[in-house]
C-alpha cells in the first residue's frame, strides 16, 4: 500500500483471507474492502467483479442477510451505480455502459406485495442515475438483470447484497464457455487493487490441487488498469 502512494508500486494484488480467523486474531474489519479504504483514507469503497464476461457491482458487502433492508439507502445505491459508471467509462473504455440494478426483494418487490424497498429506495435512485446522463435500469428481479448481461444488454449488474450478486456470477463464470475468470477489482480507492474471487480453500491447501486462474486474472487486470 506505501509503495503505491509513493509512486514505488502501480497496483496491489491481493489473495485470499481467512475472515473469521483474522476476526478471532483480533483484525478489525471484516474483508479486504474496508481494511484497504481505510488504510486510503475512503469511506465508502465499492466492491466490484469484472474481468470476466459477466461484471457485478454490490452496494452492501459484508453484512448478515437480515440487517440488509435496514442499512440500505438511495444515496448508498446512487453512490454504487456512480462508481460503476466512472469505472466502466474510465479504466475500461466503455463509452456507454448500460447498468441493470436488481429489486431486493422477490421479482424486485412485485409492486409492493413482497416488500416496499424496491419502490421507496431503489427506484428513485435509479431515477437520479439517468437524470445524471447514466444509462441505468431497474430495479429489476434478479433473474432478469443477470439475464440481460449474458444476452449482452447490459455491462454491468448492481447487486443489492453480497450473495445476490455472487453466486450468479460464480456459476455463470463457470459455465459460460471460454469465461475468462472475474477479478474482485475495489472502485474508489487512490491506487489500483484486485484480487482473487474465491477464499482460502484450507480443504485442499498442500494437495497441489489449487486452481491458480483468479490470481493470474487478478495480475492481468491490475496490469491493465494501473497507471503508466
Known sequence: MAACRGGIAAAVVTGPI????LAHRGFPHPGHTEFLAELCGVTEPVMAFVGGRIRVALVTVHLPLSQVPAVLTSRQVL??????DRALRGPLNLPEPRIVVCGLNPHAG???LLGHEDASVIAPAVAAAIEEGI???GPVSVEAAFRAMVLGRAE???AMYHDQGLAPLKALEV??????RAVNWTLGLPIVRCGVDHGTADDIAGEGIADPASMAAALALAARLAPI
Open 18 to 21: 481467512h475472515k473469521a480467523r
Open 79 to 84: 453512490h454504487t451505480v456512480r462508481a460503476a
Open 110 to 112: 412485485d409492486e409492493g
Open 135 to 137: 444509462v441505468a435500469s
Open 156 to 158: 454491468l449488474v448492481v
Open 175 to 180: 459455465a459460460l464457455p471460454g469465461s475468462p
